[in-house]
């Protein structure tokens, strides 16, 4: 292993940033412009987000690799898979309902809900449990935000999501030895869902999701690895007791609940110490395509104290 080296921003890097930044304002301009009118119910929809402060400097990984090396097993388990295989999926319309410890259990129209909630894009870094990362741009809002509509009573601690299943249009589902126990299901403490680096995303680099990244809403906890940010979800249940989650009963001495990302806790068939940045690898100009992996993904000073006092080796 290479000794830690501070993480060197290249100009390139940079300027590919602030283009895209620009890119991005020409759109919003585009938008107040009213040209946007029909775009706004096609497929390839511009959302109207504001550019948010939580946003990382790292170079922005290049939309073709994002939509298309995907991890959504419930269109296959290689890589290019989801891409290819769930255009049968249909993300509209689409309901998300909200129940469980809740005083005002609610089911929300996705559409009104996106009118509704304030859009924001935020640039964050993406790290999957197998050691490869991106850096994208979602548009989403924070979970904490549609949480608090539904009163949360005092006695709930938990919050678990459940993927939608429809055998019919997602053909990894079924079959004899189902790779997991479906419906895809996740959870989080209920201050790790609160807190305001947790989002639902309903797009990336300014479009809706495409149905490979979890049409139409999908859940990202950046300081997580990836398979916390389950996809297309259609109901969210406050609980009092840790919930059951799809990769824990599938291999539970390598996919614990918390899956804080953590170079120093090793999966027990891989190094987590470093990352394959997607995108990055070692072209022309060189370079390894990796970097060194940083606890909490690098949030550590937004989210380490909710984890105070825990051992994270045990609580893997
Ligand atoms: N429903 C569902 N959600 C899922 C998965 C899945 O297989 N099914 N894969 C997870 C994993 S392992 C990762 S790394 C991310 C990948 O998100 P991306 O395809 O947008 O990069 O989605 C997560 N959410
Ligand atoms: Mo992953």
């Known amino acids: 292993m290479p000794a830690y080296r501070a993480p060197f921003i290249k100009s390139s890097e940079i300027t590919s940033r602030s283009l895209y930044m620009k890119r991005r304002q020409f759109m919003t301009g585009a938008i107040a412009a ?38 959504y097993y419930e269109f296959g388990t290689s890589k290019s898979d989801p891409a290819a ?14 129940d469980g410890m809740v005083k005002k259990p609610m089911e929300f129209d996705l559409q009104d809900l996106m009118a509704r909630m304030p859009l924001e894009e935020r640039i964050y870094r993406f790290r999957c449990v197998e050691a490869w990362s991106m850096v994208v741009p979602w548009t989403g809002f924070m979970l904490s935000e549609l949480l608090k509509q539904v009163e949360p ?37 209920l201050d790790e869902a609160m807190h305001p680096l947790t989002i639902m995303a309903v797009g990336i ?10 049409a139409p809403i999908r859940l990202v906890v950046p300081w997580k690895y990836g398979f916390k940010s389950i996809k297309s979800i ?69 989210v380490a104290s909710l984890y105070a006092g825990m051992d994270l080796q045990v609580n893997y």
């Open 153 to 189: 009573l005092g006695s709930a601690k938990f919050v678990a999501f459940q993927t939608v299943l429809r055998p019919e249009e997602m053909p990894g589902v079924g079959g004899f030895a189902p790779v997991l126990d479906w419906p895809y299901r996740e959870g989080l403490r």
């Open 234 to 302: 259609e109901r969210i249940t406050l609980v009092d007791s840790q919930p059951v989650t799809a990769w824990n009963v599938s291999a539970p001495g390598e996919y614990g609940f918390y899956s804080n990302v953590n170079p120093e806790r090793d999966h027990p068939r891989w190094s987590q110490a470093q990352e394959r940045v997607l995108g990055a690898g070692g072209g022309f100009f060189g370079g390894t395509g990796k970097r060194d992996t940083e606890k909490f993904n690098g949030y550590g000073d937004e």
């Open 205 to 214: 680099y300014g479009d809706v999701l495409p149905n490979q990244n979890g």
């Open 85 to 98: 295989y769930s255009g049968d999926f249909k993300p509209q319309p689409w309901k998300i309902r909200i």
């Open 34 to 71: 009213g040209l946007s009118g029909s775009l706004a119910s096609s497929a390839n929809a511009a959302l109207n987000a504001k550019q948010s402060s939580y946003i990382v400097n790292d170079k922005i990984t290049p939309k073709e690799d994002a939509t298309t090396y995907n991890n």
